[in-house]
């Protein structure tokens, strides 16, 4: 991530639109060289990664729109509100659920996303958003485990990759920056989180605290 943003940075490549779209499920606890899960490593760490680093390097462009495709289940994710694991190595040493482990690590997502919205400079947008089940994607069948017995179950009601395109691409424009004068008066870095109505990924969640007691719901 940090050669990528290098190398676009170096070749003056402007990036007027991020989306953030790998992902992956696996059916057992693994680490990544550098410790981190690798459900967690490529659904969150990755692009929260790769967005940081372009933003620091200024590659982004003042009206850039920040994509993050989501999933429905990410309801199902749970987290410690005092130790959030954006690593996800507290698998680890509890039963690694692959669908749970996918949801959660997708949750961490979408609240780091929360938290980007607040901080980005006026004129800037991110998203999360749901694009549903695609065909094509092999994403369950590669995955192995629960999620790969149940792909032919959910394959009647996947979409197409050109019906699944049209959430991300039908996004809307992100707002011009205001004049020097408005911008003045507001405060810094609040952003808001748009999200339009095929995305519905900010409706539910939860976050726990270590005894299961709701900490956050949003």
Not at 166 to 183: D, E, K, N, V, W
């Amino acid at each position: 991530m940090r050669d990528l943003a290098s190398k676009l940075a170096s070749d003056a490549v402007p990036v007027g639109v991020l989306i953030n779209n790998a992902g992956a499920a696996f059916p057992r606890y693994e680490q990544t060289a550098d410790g981190a899960e690798r459900t967690y490593a490529i659904n969150h760490d990755a692009p929260f990664l790769l967005t940081h680093e372009l933003l620091a390097a200024g590659v982004l462009t003042p009206e850039v729109r920040i994509i993050n495709l989501s999933t429905f289940v990410e309801k199902r994710g749970k987290l410690d509100a005092q130790d959030p694991d954006v690593a996800g190595t507290s698998w680890d040493n509890r039963f690694y659920n692959q669908v749970n482990v996918y949801a959660t690590s997708k949750l961490v997502s979408l609240l780091a996303a929360r938290e980007l919205a607040r901080r980005l400079p006026d004129g800037m947008s991110i998203y999360n958003a749901n694009p549903g089940m695609v065909k094509g994607t092999a994403i369950n069948s590669n995955a192995g485990g629960l999620m790969r017995l149940t792909a032919p179950l959910f394959r009647p009601f996947a979409i197409t990759a050109d019906e699944g395109v049209q959430t991300p691409s039908g996004l809307p424009p992100p707002r011009p920056p205001r004049s020097p004068a408005a911008a003045s008066s507001a405060s810094p870095g609040r952003t808001p989180l748009r999200v339009p109505h095929q995305a519905t990924t900010l409706e539910t969640g939860t976050v726990t605290s270590g005894n299961g007691e709701p900490q956050l719901e949003y």
